[in-house]
């Protein structure tokens, strides 16, 4: 099992940048895959960034470009740099990782991009 608690989020301005932070339980080596989802209110849970235990990245096209995710292997720790924020990148971010096929959420952390 992992738990996972992130950190980081908040009220920011347009243009603005935040970083998330989530801290998992156990080694991240041992994990399959570690990631950053959002959902906004009334839309599906999508994918915003995701990294596998070979280093490989992918990220949404939404955000390519503005969005940087990146691992601490000796904190266990994954991080979501988060740069020239849009209104539209509102919502609630939330931490994922794989393990022995199953999934791992986070409690979520809401990021608010408003002036």
């Known amino acids: 099992q992992v738990q996972l608690v992130e950190s980081g989020g908040g009220l920011v301005q347009p243009g603005g940048s935040l970083r998330l932070s989530c801290a998992a339980s156990?080694?991240?080596?041992?994990?399959?895959?570690m990631g950053w989802y959002r959902q906004a209110p009334g839309e599906q849970r999508e994918l915003v960034a995701i990294t596998s235990s070979g280093d490989s990245t992918k990220y949404a096209d939404s955000v390519k470009g503005r969005f940087s995710i990146s691992r601490d292997n000796a904190k266990n720790t994954v991080y979501l740099q988060m740069n020239s924020l849009k209104p539209d990148d509102t919502a609630v971010y939330y931490c994922n990782a794989r393990y022995l096929e199953t999934n791992y959420w986070g409690q979520g952390t809401q990021v608010t991009v408003s002036s």
């Open positions: 156990r080694s991240i080596f041992s994990l399959n895959a």
